[in-house]
């Protein structure tokens, strides 16, 4: 297993355009959803619309986000995680430039705002490419 420094954590980030976002809610209940998502420097955007995300962001919980990409058949893949402040990006300015960028959310429901992660901590690994090549598991009763 390979720790990844910041930068390559960055990197891989925007190899990928889903990723999971997660809170705690008041009750204590850990909450999981998907997001697509953009890189900003250190920071993840991606949109929402009225609901509990948007909710857990206005009242100023952390933030947990995770992305990766995974290989079943060589055992290989990356995992990065992102904790920080997240808040709803309200400038004009930013919020014309960012709507230029291709953050298009698979769902077609009118997602109006966007909400950036700043990442105060972020860790990543790595299970890289062994050897051997691609992993073969037998059926059972044998092969041809």
Known sequence: MEVLDRSTCVELLQTVVIGRV???TEAGDAVVVPVNFIVEDDSIV???AEGDKL???QEGRRLCFEADDVEPALHAGWSVMITGAAEVITDPDQVRRLGLLPLAPWDPAPKPFLVRIRATEMSGRRLPLRSGGVLFE???GGSD
């Open 22 to 24: 997660a809170w705690a």
């Open 46 to 48: 991606f949109r929402t």
């Open 55 to 57: 909710a857990a962001v």
């Open 138 to 140: 037998e059926k059972p």
